[in-house]
């Protein structure tokens, strides 16, 4: 075989491997599924192509298909796990939080569950005189913020656990009711994220979304929270796809996936 042959075979795999990532990369975790016309849309690949690859890669394992719909596959999970295995996720997680902060100026902070409290394992604090006090090792009631909604909303061994027990209010702004609280968890998991304010502390507000494990379960909550009068609930709408976009980022990075 010739060297150009050779070369060009080189250039045909790296090709293939491109758009078998361009793929992968379709997939979100507000979007976990999609038919082969959406993959199509979103990948702006040919149809022919989109269909051929996609059959390979359930073929393969890296795509399952249930009908018409298409979602990660589970071997993927499998790699994933793998390469979690010694990855250090405040490594990934601290990076991503300065750069929120950059970016949009206010705290972003990273929230885990420890038994029934949440706590702040990672912070990137703003560098705004007036600010929320948030600092590493910080321990929060699990039924105030859009943290702990967050968290709750893909845990419901969890949440059934919290709304059974007292709802002490906070401020005047806490929900204490459980059935109250059992809807915002409901819409904070049909959403993807939630937005709270003056729950845990007046004239406060937060915007959280979930980031997930290699088995697709809640790691924990990507969360940018400071004064309400810098952070309106409109604006705290505006930041909704980039809250969303890097939890993505971090669960991709994390080898983890969104839930079934």
Same mark, same amino acid.
């Given at each position: 075989m010739a060297k150009g042959d050779g070369d060009s075979g080189k250039q045909q795999t790296l090709l293939v491997l491109t758009k078998i990532v361009e793929i992968l990369n379709a997939f979100t975790l507000t979007r976990p599924a999609m038919t082969l016309g959406e993959i199509q849309q979103a990948t702006g690949l040919p149809t022919s192509?989109?269909?051929r690859l996609v059959s390979n890669m359930v073929a393969q394992g890296m795509l399952d298909r249930v009908g018409e719909q298409i979602r =990660?596959?589970?071997?993927?999970?499998?790699?994933?796990?793998?390469?979690?295995?010694d990855l250090d996720v405040l490594a990934i997680v601290t990076p991503v939080l300065k750069e929120i902060r950059d970016k949009i100026g206010e705290t972003a902070c990273f929230f885990t569950v420890e038994q029934n409290f949440r706590v702040c394992v990672a912070v990137a604090e703003t560098h705004h005189a007036l600010r929320r006090h948030m600092y590493v090792g910080k321990v929060i009631p699990?039924?105030?913020?859009?943290?702990s909604r967050v968290l709750l909303a893909w845990n419901p061994e969890l949440a059934e656990r919290i709304l059974s027990a007292p709802l002490e209010p906070l401020t005047e702004g806490t929900v204490t009711s459980a059935e109250d609280l059992a809807a915002l968890i409901a819409k904070a998991r049909a959403d993807g994220?939630? =937005?709270t304010t003056g729950e845990r502390e007046d004239s406060a507000s937060g915007l959280s979304a979930p980031v997930f494990d290699s088995a697709g379960d809640v790691l924990g909550a990507l969360t940018i929270s400071g004064p309400t009068v810098r952070?309106?609930?409109?604006?705290?709408?505006?930041?909704?796809d980039l809250v969303v976009g890097y939890?993505?980022?971090i669960t991709r990075s994390l080898g983890g996936r969104p839930p079934a």
């Open positions: 192509t989109v269909q =990660i596959g589970i071997r993927m999970s499998y790699w994933a796990a793998t390469a979690r295995k699990l039924h105030v913020g859009s943290a994220y939630a =937005i952070m309106p609930l409109e604006k705290c709408e505006e930041w909704v939890a993505e980022q």
